[in-house]
């Protein structure tokens, strides 16, 4: 990077909202430089669950993710690549009359709002998957829901972004901004400074830290957590598996192995940022992956690891500008369900740069919604 590179937006962090950003910048033809400072999809985008879900979305989100789904079966043709997407549903699973009770009126809510989803018995749900606990009594039924690999998505948005031009810098830490007057007017890394007149912060975890370089307090903690794979197993699993009152995403990989997670806590340590696994999280995981699919009691597990999402203190994704400051946007707090909008949050923030304002308000998740 030279002394003095610039750019017209400067993207802080190359996982799968700022690649998607990059790229919806760059195909807007605006000269984009995204700064990573580790590698592309080391945060939360290398860990995710990749579950693309719509169903069980806050009211103030479901647009966005409703938008997201009209692009997923497209993207792997737009974008070059192979993402394994699959659309083969997610399933809510309620193991308690009050369980249901929650699930109808949620799919009630969900309706009105257009989402396909419905509320299926026990018949139905076994014939959707077989291997299901006699315990589960009913499920909300989504078939547009699906999942696709996350890294594989993440790295398709980066080079697709490179063949349009934008600069992809990675190991190179954003660790200052630079003001002009009440305008944005660059950034300093740990190669050089960029000047610019916008830049996005998309750097999950650690974003809240980019905002306090502006002297912004954005209420987001890090949250550590977990996933485990098992070994290979005969198909069987189409759909994902979710719970209404257990912590769990249960799907079975193309190769076989069954994906577990759902919020089970990982350990992190802030200081040097090292994430751990937790033995009680991976006996409580496994638990309830096998108390509604008791196929998985033979399982072994093979592999696990712990993501640190950027958990807003409200539960809901954060975006827009901030405040009376130009040029400055926040594209974070995504609280497990980033990936699944990815698609719409580039095509959004792009928007709200080039056009000054997105086709999608984005008011309710405004940063200002926590006062200023
Ligand atoms: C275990 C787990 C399971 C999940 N499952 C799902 C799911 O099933 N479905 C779903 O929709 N979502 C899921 N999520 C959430 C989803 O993965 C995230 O919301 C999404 O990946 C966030 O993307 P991001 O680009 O905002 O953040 P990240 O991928 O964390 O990227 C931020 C990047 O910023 C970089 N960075 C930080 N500070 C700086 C700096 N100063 N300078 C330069 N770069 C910097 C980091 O190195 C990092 O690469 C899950 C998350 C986890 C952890």
């Known amino acids: 990077m030279g002394e003095r590179a610039t750019a017209e937006v400067v993207v802080i962090g190359g996982g799968v909202i700022g690649c998607a950003v990059a790229y919806e910048l760059a195909r807007r033809e605006v000269t984009v430089a995204l700064v990573e400072a580790a590698t592309i999809a080391a945060g939360a985008s290398g860990a995710s669950a990749g579950g693309v879900r719509q169903q069980g979305r806050d009211p103030r989100e479901l647009p966005i993710a409703l938008r997201a789904i009209r692009r997923w079966p497209h993207l792997a043709v737009e974008l070059s690549a192979e993402l394994h997407y699959r659309q083969d549903g997610n399933l809510m699973l309620a193991e308690r009359p009050e369980d249901v009770a929650v699930l109808e009126r949620r799919v009630a809510e969900e309706r009105a709002h257009g989402l396909d989803v419905q509320m299926i018995g026990r018949a139905e749900l076994r014939e959707l998957v077989p291997g299901i606990a006699p315990s589960v009594l009913a499920a909300s039924w989504c078939p547009s829901d699906g999942y696709a690999m996350p890294t594989l998505v993440t790295h398709a948005f980066a080079r697709a972004a490179a063949r349009l031009r934008a600069r992809i810098l990675q190991q190179t830490r954003v660790i200052g901004i630079t003001l002009h007057r009440d305008r944005v007017a660059g950034v300093t890394t740990t190669r050089g400074e960029i000047s610019c007149r916008w830049v996005v912060n998309a750097a999950g975890a650690w974003s809240a830290e980019i905002a306090r370089m502006i002297g912004l307090s954005i209420p987001l903690e890090p949250w550590a957590l977990q996933m485990l794979v098992t070994e290979p197993m005969p198909s069987r699993l189409r759909p994902v598996l979710g ?117 999608l308000p984005l008011d309710a998740l405004s940063p200002l919604r926590f006062g200023s």
């Open 243 to 359: 719970s209404a009152n257990r912590r769990l995403s249960l799907k079975q990989l193309p190769g076989g192995a069954y994906l577990i997670g759902g919020g089970w806590p990982g350990r992190l340590d802030l200081v040097t940022r090292r994430t751990r696994l937790l033995p009680a999280s991976i006996a409580g995981s496994a638990r309830d992956a096998s108390a509604v699919y008791p196929l998985l009691e033979r399982a072994r597990l093979v592999r696990g690891w712990v993501g640190i999402e950027a958990v807003a203190a409200d539960g809901v994704p954060i975006l827009g500008a901030a405040g009376e400051l130009e040029g400055f946007v926040f594209a974070g707090g995504f609280s497990g369900h980033g990936f699944a909008l990815a698609p719409t949050i580039g095509e959004l923030i792009a928007e709200l740069i080039t056009m000054g304002r997105p086709s």
